[in-house]
Protein backbone atom coordinates (compact mmCIF):
# COMPACT_ATOMS: atom_id res chain seq x y z
CA UNK A 1 0.00 0.00 0.00
CA UNK A 2 1.16 3.56 -0.25
CA UNK A 3 0.86 6.23 1.23
CA UNK A 4 0.56 10.52 0.52
CA UNK A 5 0.20 12.51 2.86
CA UNK A 6 -0.44 16.09 2.10
CA UNK A 7 -2.10 19.05 3.62
CA UNK A 8 -2.23 21.50 1.23
CA UNK A 9 -5.34 21.41 -1.00
CA UNK A 10 -4.48 22.33 -4.43
CA UNK A 11 -1.64 19.23 -4.14
CA UNK A 12 -4.08 16.72 -2.50
CA UNK A 13 -5.99 17.01 -5.61
CA UNK A 14 -3.32 17.17 -7.70
CA UNK A 15 -2.25 13.85 -6.35
CA UNK A 16 -5.47 12.17 -6.90
CA UNK A 17 -5.63 13.31 -9.87
CA UNK A 18 -2.05 11.80 -10.85
CA UNK A 19 -3.44 8.80 -9.30
CA UNK A 20 -6.54 8.62 -11.07
CA UNK A 21 -4.66 9.07 -14.37
CA UNK A 22 -2.22 6.24 -13.69
CA UNK A 23 1.03 8.31 -13.63
CA UNK A 24 1.94 7.26 -9.63
CA UNK A 25 0.96 4.57 -7.78
CA UNK A 26 -2.41 4.00 -6.41
CA UNK A 27 -2.27 4.52 -2.53
CA UNK A 28 -3.83 6.51 0.24
CA UNK A 29 -4.11 10.11 0.51
CA UNK A 30 -3.92 11.74 3.74
CA UNK A 31 -5.11 14.97 4.16
CA UNK A 32 -3.87 15.51 7.73
CA UNK A 33 -1.27 17.20 9.63
CA UNK A 34 1.64 14.76 9.77
CA UNK A 35 1.99 15.91 13.82
CA UNK A 36 -1.64 13.76 13.50
CA UNK A 37 -0.17 10.48 11.72
CA UNK A 38 -0.07 7.72 14.27
CA UNK A 39 1.81 4.92 12.99
Known amino acids: MNY ?3 IDPFAVQW ?3 LI ?3 LIPAG ?5 SI ?5
Open 35 to 39: EDVLP
Open 20 to 22: RAG
Open 28 to 32: DVDER
Open 15 to 17: LKE
Open 4 to 6: YNE
